[in-house]
């Protein structure tokens, strides 16, 4: 960074920044798109990518989805984020969707729809524009919100990691950011913003959580809570790569364990620790396309202290069972199985 952009930089840029370097989320010269709802944290996100990407150099366009779910209000929220990267001489990129008939067909929520909607959509300007990272206004809010929600539907490490800084082509580098930092910096800089009001109900539990039972813990414990869940988030991370470069050197030294296959020495894998013996299990099930949860993989290490012959269903039409000295996963009632 030259000495004068990095003097004109205020506090919060310089840390936008320094979290982009020192976590490499953005290549020199790529090309980055910025997903701007007109909300608070998008805005933000905007102005600061507009701030850094002289010394970032990187070409920078937006992506604005209009679900249309709103009437006026969407179509504001659009035209707003229009003007505001007009201003900034940054490409837009629009597209309305019909998200509740689209909804309906489909049989899911209109928030799984929308979401499924946006990425669609991304991957796309991606594939016809060239943009290699995908980035996103999540904040460190937003990451205790998750882990919060993560933790009451019932979760392991891989729950407790909340979101990621980077996954695949998708940035998030306003996690070490919290909500107040984000007000400052909009009210600083006096950056005007759209609120959207659908966010103020508690109907979905994601909202519940930001809108009820944050608020009741921060007035207990204030500002400390979001710093807390952030560390809790980094060390989750952390310790999930471990188990997983375990794991895959285990798998390696213990003949016997053919995940791809489906095939588990029973010997092999009472040698191991519980633990063990259930995170090789998630990686088999996950292999086979089948869903993991915790009573599922209950069941199944328990045909390891069980005798031959013994089997538990997985999944539709799929069960595990254990015959020959190996734990195997089979399609029910396939007669091939019972030589």
């Known amino acids: 960074m030259s000495k ?18 020192r976590q490499r989320l953005v290549d020199s010269g790529g090309a980055v798109l910025l997903a701007v709802s007109g909300g608070p944290d998008s805005m933000v996100l905007l102005h600061l990518f507009a701030a850094s990407s002289p010394v970032l150099r990187c070409r920078l366009g937006v992506a604005h989805c209009n679900f249309t779910l709103r009437g006026k209000e969407s179509d504001g929220d659009e035209a707003f984020v229009r003007d505001a990267c007009r201003a900034l001489g940054i490409d837009c990129h629009v597209r309305r969707f019909d998200t509740a008939s689209v909804s309906a067909a489909w049989k899911k929520s209109v928030e799984e729809t929308a979401r499924a909607l946006r990425y669609d959509f991304f991957d796309e300007l991606c594939r016809e524009a060239g943009f290699t990272r995908i980035v996103t206004g999540h904040h460190s809010g937003d990451n205790a919100e998750t882990v919060l929600f ?18 695949g082509a998708i940035i998030r580098p306003l996690l070490p950011f919290t909500r107040q930092e984000i007000v400052a910096y909009l009210e600083e800089k006096q950056i005007a913003w759209r609120d959207d009001h659908t966010n103020e109900s508690i109907e979905y539990d994601r909202n519940f959580i930001r809108n009820r039972v944050i ?8 500002s400390k809570f979001s710093p807390s869940m952030q560390r809790l988030s980094e060390q989750a991370g952390e310790l999930e790569a471990f188990i997983d470069l375990h794991i895959s050197r285990l798998l ?20 191991l620790s519980i633990f063990e013996r259930k995170e090789i299990l998630k990686r088999a099930l996950k292999l086979q396309g089948l869903p993991v949860d915790s009573q599922s993989l209950a069941r199944i290490a328990g045909l390891l202290d069980n005798q031959s012959g013994r089997s538990v269903p997985v999944g539709a039409g799929v069960e595990a069972v254990r015959q020959d000295g190996f734990l195997r996963f089979r399609q029910t009632g396939d007669p091939s199985d019972h030589r």
């Not at 952009?5 to 979290?19: A, Q, Y």
């Not at 993560?150 to 996954?167: D, E, K, P, Y």
């Not at 390696?252 to 040698?271: F, I, N, S, T, Y």
């Open 252 to 271: 390696e030294a213990q003949p016997g364990l053919d995940l791809a296959g489906g095939k588990l020495h029973v010997g092999a894998m009472r040698q």
């Open 4 to 21: 004068r952009i990095g003097d004109s930089m205020n506090r919060i840029e310089k840390k936008f920044l320094e979290n982009i370097r």
């Open 215 to 222: 608020p009741v813990i921060e007035e207990r414990f204030g």
């Open 150 to 167: 993560n933790l009451f539907r019932g979760t392991g490490v891989s729950g407790l990691r909340g979101i990621r800084a980077r996954h």
